[in-house]
């Protein structure tokens, strides 16, 4: 599979601030969240906006695809389609870059299980709800390309929920993201 992380937004309710930027373990978010894909043995992709230079920064010298999404103001799907139109015929993993509990290990699980179950869509989860990463089977990567707004592929899923195969992350590691600077003080304080 290709795993694409998703980086192209505004971070706007970090108020001034970038979240990816923020720094775990002395590695900046965005960053950490590529080595974690990088460590998978997997291409990784990302998706950044054009405006962003010091994300771009952040991951010279990583093996990983950049995709500039001009068109970020739309939304989660714009990072879909661009994932979609690289992922070449693969199975792609969507990953968003604001998940700081999220680790290697979790991403190798998925992709392990992928490998058992290559059909199957499996989608993340713990505390009994539904997170991420999302890992689409290559059949359905194509239906990505058709998305449009700010929901994902939440009507993909629905529509394919007879193939969805549910994995259980540790603790929260699938469902926290990070949106506001009282979310991060909060998670660092922990």
């Known amino acids: 599979p290709i795993i694409l992380i998703a980086a192209a937004g505004r971070s706007v309710r970090m108020r001034g601030s970038d979240k ?11 960053r950490r ?9 997997c291409r990784v992709a990302v998706t950044l906006p054009p405006d962003r230079p010091t994300r771009h920064a952040v991951l010279e010298g ?38 700081p509990d999220l680790s290697a290990q979790d991403l190798a699980r998925m992709i392990g299980l992928h490998r058992r179950w290559p059909h199957d869509l499996l ?10 990463p999302v890992l ?8 990505l390309q058709d998305l449009s707004g700010d929901i994902g592929a939440r009507g993909i899923v629905s529509k394919h929920a007879e193939r969805l195969r549910v994995v259980p ?12 600077p009282e979310d991060w003080a909060t998670w660092e304080a922990g």
């Open 169 to 180: 992350l540790p603790d929260f590691n699938g469902l926290l993201d990070l949106d506001t």
């Open 33 to 41: 969240i590529a080595l974690a894909a990088f460590a998978t043995g």
């Open 62 to 99: 990583l093996d990983v695809a950049l995709l500039t999404v001009t068109e970020y103001d739309e939304g989660i799907s714009a990072s879909l389609r661009a994932g979609a139109a690289v992922a070449d015929g693969r199975p792609l993993m969507f990953v968003p870059a604001d998940m």
């Open 136 to 143: 689409f089977p290559a059949d359905l990567v194509a239906e």
């Open 20 to 30: 990816l930027l923020r720094k775990i373990d002395e590695i900046p978010q965005l």
């Open 123 to 132: 989608r993340a989860s713990g505390a009994g709800a539904h997170g991420h």
